[in-house]
């Protein structure tokens, strides 16, 4: 019996040790949760403190907790954009915040139209009387256009400033398929679709190098016009003109060089640009290390505004990325879950209807399939408006098409109206290692599609000829939307893509105006004065832990340290190299991933972010021969 008691004893110290664990676990894990959901507790008099880690996006992607702990990393950090421009809106009124400060070290970009909206706000905050500053090791393009509207520019004296242009390469297979002895088969329509070109030339064709030319050489003069107003001493033709006369200057300082040209207004470092904070906003009671100032950061301010809930209810539907079929997002444009989120909401009286699109498109099925539901609305004469952000083409307008009115940006990327499908075949190769295919067929489609042995003449007119159908369907489309004849719609179209102020010349969107104007045109619509409505964006959901997520796989220093500090020049280099490997992986999959038809605008920059973000969700297929293509392949 005494063994038997000893044994016993030792398991219930067991248990009991368990039971200690486990709720120590439970209250450390509520502790985590509790500390790291936004607290209006946290917001206090001082500066606002907006620290742009990351991209700037329409709609952050969700963080895969699974992935994220099983791989011990986190992905590129993302901040909506109109949250920034919330908090400044309201940061211009409140008395608790002396001053606004941007905290852009690792601050990686975002489209034109995202950063322009942000770049006003911060122009509203300063006729407010109350000063903005940002601090980085370095500026780039799109620091430069939110460091433009600052009244305070610091740039570390390590670091340094440049502007490029927009523009760049790409990259063209073809000579290495040619090697490798894969077949791209190519089925488009649209003379100006270049988003096939990287499988089937070396180079760019004439028609859509003239086409890129005249949409960057737009937004380049948006950009310049942006800059140069904000900020006039800045000397953007030296600094783009001749940078290498220009650095060469001030003896090879790119720092020096970058004040001497009106870029940035004080060098000093982190510890100096926080005494200067300090001076304006107050010191911090609860930390005296250097660099440190009172500040309420971006997350709690936004908690501590609340949401607004009176009056009629205009709902907002965001449809940002790539559009695939499926579930995928946020962050992805999933046909399936866009429109279960719109069908779902005819039930809830909403007054209006605006559509957010952000998207270069993608799949034609699921395009269609948000088109439709978007549709359902305006069946019920709910007036639907459509606004546009930094690009809505291909499958991007083709979900416009169901609106009364679309907004756009001069800014805006839209147009691409054109498909394609490409899929590769190897029977070369197949017969370079000795394997031969033969049979016997009751028709020219018996075995097909066969990646093997190939394509028979019927399969390949079969495959063009289902595009050719889709790409009518598109132009009908916009016809009917538009009130446009066909003929000129395809004069338009061919895969050409467009600058917002070019597209409302030519008849493709109605007005110039952001989400905000969108918005103000459906509550007038229903006859909503101002403080009589307000917006719900349909799906959106309180922080899911996030940060918890990225505390648990990276400490704070590290979490940093993953997005590139873009100081220095030889670190920027070295991060675009980095860059290349994601660029030819993507390349990989849009020509052996499972895709059906394509309505997508691939020389559509939605951001000069890193293009290491968010990968693509694969879609899912839809009905049609190249879907069935598609699913065989992945077989």
Known sequence: MSFVGKVWKVLVGIKDGLVLTFMLMFFVALFAILSARPNPGQVRDGALLIDLQGVVVEEKTALDPIEA??????????????DVVRALDAAATDNRIKAVVLDLTTFLGGGQVHLKDIGEAMDRVRKAKKPVLTYAMGYADDHMLLAAHASEVWLDPQGMAMIAGPGGNHLYYAGLLEKLSIKAR?????????????????????????????LYGALWEEYKANVTKARPKLQLAQVTGDPVAWIASSGGDMAKAALAAGMVDKLGDRAQFGARVAELAGADPWDSRPGTFAAS??????????????GKTIGVVTIAGEIV???????????????????????????????????PGGSVTASEEIRRAIQRFRDRKIPVAVSMGNVAASGGYWVSTSSDRIFAEPETITGSIGVFAVVPTFEDAAAKLGVTS???????????PDFLGG???????????????????FLGRVSAARRMPIERVDQIAQGQVWDGGT???IGLVDEFGGLTDALAWAAAKVGAKDGEWHAVFLGEKADNYDSLIRRLVTSESEGRAAVPANGDLFAMVAQNRADLGTRITRDAERLLGTRGIQAFCMDCPVGRGPVSGPSPARGEGGPGMLSLLAWLTAR
């Open 186 to 214: 190519v089925y488009r329509v649209g003379e100006y679709k270049s988003a096939v070109e990287p499988y089937t030339r070396s180079g760019m064709s004439d028609e859509a190098r003239a086409n890129t030319s005249g």
């Open 325 to 359: 079929d499926g579930e995928a997002g946020p962050g992805t444009a999933g046909g399936t879950r866009i429109a279960d989120l719109l069908d779902d909401a005819l039930d809830d009286d909403l007054a209006a209807l605006v559509v957010r699109v952000d998207s």
């Open 438 to 448: 033969d049979g016997y067929r009751t028709t020219e489609l018996s075995g097909q």
């Open 455 to 473: 394509f028979t003449p019927a399969m390949d007119a079969l495959l063009q000829t289902s595009i050719g159908g889709t790409y009518k369907d």
């Open 69 to 82: 702990l099983l791989s011990r990393s986190a992905p590129v950090g993302e901040t909506r954009a109109r």
């Open 503 to 505: 597209a409302r010349q």
């Open 297 to 310: 950061e971006l997350a709690p301010y936004l908690a501590d505004l609340g949401q607004i809930r009176q």
